[in-house]
């Protein structure tokens, strides 16, 4: 996305720099710079062409290291685009700097790293928000309030389906990838942390689930496809299905079915609202669009994510995804590896321990000959 510099910015604004520059930092970049409520100040990278020429769009200050970018004054806020693995300990350098974050998603990999990021976020008094750029869709909000608003009557079936694609090019893009330890898995807790957040947010959360996850196509440490059961706590049944592996890749699929009604959504639009008495307008128009492309993106989201912690830092107010929100997509995902590291065997998310849910991934099997 160019950067727009008609934006008209309001009178106060959040100073704010960017850590990471690779695919996700630039649009970032794009969304600070078009929100009205912030301004980007640095971007910083270890790799320096990258910081750069990120910099360089934008006419900002480019830096090397994080400590250069925390020990600036006027940046008040951060967005944490490192490797996942990475965000507790760059969120807790931040916030012991006084910097509030923006984290990418997802929060981190693990419960404990991630404990102790919401940790010295609230020790600091800083805020912490995470990105779930689906959240901010207006459609996916739409099927919330119906959802939580008992229209569909008693909940049936909450399903997602991310069948996407997703190349060796794109794996081979970064040693990080596609690592136990930095991406903390692959189908799901990379690109379906998305969708499942989503749907813990519309259905609330899981009660007990039982999967399986495998390396079935791609050379990867892990998972490249897993399908979960799960049972919510309200009592609804429903499906989560991820991969990476299915050609030529499909926007994500949101069903939600109630004994009055049913709602079905995809790519972020609502494309058949069977809703008693009402009528919705299905427009088909896919407004995630990286189902094969992960360079897709656009900054709409973001710009939200930015505009909505800047109001929070200015307003002093909880941003609307705060830290602690994420914790939960990232708790169910590593319920689903320990499900299929025990054969499918049922979770029971009460009960589970974090240092259980911590335990290294499953190491799934590469079926090389399948006929
Ligand atoms: N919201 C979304 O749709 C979305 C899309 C893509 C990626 N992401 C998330 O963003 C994060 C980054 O993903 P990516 O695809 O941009 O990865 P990437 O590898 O393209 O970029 C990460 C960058 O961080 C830099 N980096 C690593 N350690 C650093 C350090 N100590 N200081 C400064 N820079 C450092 C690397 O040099 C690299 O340029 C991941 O957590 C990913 O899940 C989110």
New binding site residues.
């Given amino acids: 996305m160019p950067a727009s510099k008609t934006t008209k910015k309001s009178q106060e604004t959040i100073g704010w720099g960017v850590?990471?520059?690779?695919?996700?930092?630039p649009?970032h970049a794009a969304a600070i710079e078009d929100a009205s409520s912030a301004r980007l100040v640095a971007v910083?990278?270890?790799?320096k062409e990258?910081a750069d020429a990120l910099a360089e769009k934008y006419k900002c200050k480019a830096v090397y290291?994080?400590e250069e970018l925390l020990a600036l004054d006027d940046i008040q806020a951060v967005s944490v685009?490192?490797?996942?693995g990475?965000?507790s300990a760059?969120t807790i350098q931040a916030a012991k700097a006084g910097k509030h974050v923006l984290c990418?998603?997802?929060l981190d990999i693990k419960m404990a790293a991630m404990e102790r990021m919401i940790d010295a976020c609230e020790e600091a008094g800083v805020k912490l928000a995470c990105?779930?750029?689906m959240r901010t869709e207006a459609d996916n909000r739409r099927v919330r309030e119906a959802v939580r608003g008992g229209k569909l009557g008693k909940l049936v079936l909450g399903d997602i389906y991310q069948k996407y694609f997703r190349s060796h090019e794109y794996y081979a893009?970064?040693d990080?990838?596609a690592t136990w330890a930095l991406?903390g898995g692959g189908a799901l807790m990379?690109q379906g942390v998305?969708g499942i957040d989503l749907l813990l947010w519309i259905m609330g959360d899981v009660a007990r689930v039982s999967a399986y996850a495998r390396r079935l196509v791609r050379n990867i440490e892990v998972e490249d496809t897993a399908v979960a059961n799960v049972e919510f706590v309200n009592g609804a049944l429903g499906n989560i299905v991820g991969t990476t592996s299915v050609t030529p890749g499909y926007s994500a699929r949101l069903e939600i079915h109630g004994d009055a009604g049913s709602i079905r959504a995809e790519g972020g639009s609502i494309v058949d609202w069977s809703v008693p008495g009402e009528e919705v307008e299905a427009t088909g128009e896919d407004k995630q669009g990286?189902a094969s492309d992960?360079l897709a993106?656009t900054a709409t989201?973001?710009k939200r994510h930015v505009e909505d912690l800047a109001r929070a830092i200015i307003e002093d107010r909880e941003p609307e995804i705060p830290g602690r929100d994420g914790v939960r997509a990232v708790k169910l995902i590593r319920a689903i590896y320990l499900s299929s590291r025990e054969g499918g065997a049922s979770i029971d998310m009460a009960a589970v321990s974090n240092e259980d849910l911590d335990e290294d991934g499953i190491y799934p099997t590469v079926y090389a000959e399948q006929w």
């Fill in positions: 850590i990471g520059c690779g695919n996700i930092g649009t910083c990278d270890v790799i990258k290291s994080i685009c490192t490797p996942s990475m965000h760059h990418e998603k997802p990105v779930f750029q893009s970064g990080w990838r991406d990379n998305h990286t992960p993106l989201g973001h």
